[in-house]
């Protein structure tokens, strides 16, 4: 069966810092797609990557990158230079032919950023 | 391109009674999902609709059921409606090469 395990239940940094967010995967699928959302406090899941299994690169997008390691079964979020924007509440998801396509979440990471 | 609309933002609605959610899906994406989100359970599948056809159902009881109509729009009814179906209903659509988009969801309070 598929699950996604978030360990950070909250992280809370002062604005300027880095700060990573963990996600831990399980699978049995050699094709399948991990995807991280944000969601502000308005509610709407915000999409901000999608990798499929067979990319290992990793992807920086402005002060967002990604770490995808196969061999931890881990896509991390590195968040640099943080700002108070970026407080939300992060998802970590899986999809793949074991589930279906469905999305598999995780509990999510909430993010503080104190000014 | 337009987003992922949701209607209606928010409903109160009392035990029992019955509700009708609407998702309007970005054009030319045929895939719409629905999951609800509560603080105890977080994201749960509901089920996905692709054109017209519910291709997948997740473990919800017989109360909860959806369609799709030939534009792609979803709705997603939940009957006799309890305490407990208070969440966040959220709807995302996806085309072939992309991602799932989400909308902004729609906030049912059961009281």
């Known amino acids: 069966a598929q699950k996604v395990t978030q360990a950070q239940t909250e992280i809370s940094v002062v604005e300027k810092e880095d700060v990573t967010l963990d996600c831990v995967y399980e699978?049995?699928?050699?094709?399948?797609?991990l995807f991280w959302y944000k969601q502000p406090p308005s509610g709407e899941l915000v999409f901000l990557i999608r990798r499929n299994s067979f990319d290992e690169q990793n992807e920086i997008s402005g002060r967002y990158s990604w770490n995808f390691q196969k061999s931890t079964s881990s896509f991390n979020f590195t968040i640099t230079a943080s700002q108070v924007v970026d407080s939300a509440v992060y998802f970590c998801?899986?999809?793949?032919?074991?589930?279906?396509?469905?999305?598999?979440w995780g509990a999510g990471t909430k993010l503080i950023i104190k000014p | 391109k337009a987003g992922v609309t949701q209607t209606p933002r928010y409903l109160i609605k009392t035990r029992g009674q019955q509700v009708t959610l609407s998702c309007s899906p970005i054009?030319?994406?045929?895939?719409v999902s629905w999951y609800q989100q509560t603080p105890g359970q977080g994201l749960q599948f509901l089920f996905e609709?692709?054109?017209?056809?519910?291709?997948n159902k997740g473990n919800f009881p017989g109360r909860f059921s959806g369609r799709q109509f030939s534009n792609s729009r979803s709705e997603m009814n939940v009957s006799t409606l309890e305490l407990g179906d208070s969440a966040l209903y959220l709807c995302a659509s996806s085309g072939e090469q992309d991602g799932y988009t989400f909308g902004s969801g729609t906030r049912l309070t059961v009281v």
């Open positions: 609709y692709f054109s017209e056809t519910q291709r």
């Open positions: 998801a899986l999809s793949g032919p074991d589930s279906n396509y469905q999305l598999i």
């Open positions: 699978t049995r699928d050699t094709t399948y797609y």
């Open positions: 054009s030319g994406h045929r895939s």
